[in-house]
């Protein structure tokens, strides 16, 4: 069950790093978008991202505790 734990880790890390992706961007666009549509463009691009990275770190998780507990 050791291998569950690793691989949870992993794909928590991987959640992770897409957040801080998703963060970067974000902020990037804020400054330099004209207008609130190119704006809102820019989020909605990022939104999908966002979700699969929050996907990702939650199922990780699941996976460290499920290991933890087997």
């Known amino acids: 069950m ?3 734990i690793w ?3 992993i794909l928590s890390l991987l959640g992770l790093v897409g ?3 998703c963060i970067r961007t ?3 666009a ?3 978008a004209g207008s609130d549509e190119e704006l809102r463009m820019s989020l909605q691009k990022v939104v999908p991202f966002n979700m699969a990275a929050l996907f990702l770190s939650a199922i990780g998780l699941m996976l460290v505790i499920l290991g933890i507990m087997l």
Do not use: H, N, P
């Open 2 to 4: 050791e291998i569950l």
């Open 7 to 9: 691989i949870g880790s």
């Open 19 to 21: 957040l801080f992706w």
């Open 26 to 28: 974000v902020l990037r």
């Open 30 to 32: 804020k400054k330099t």
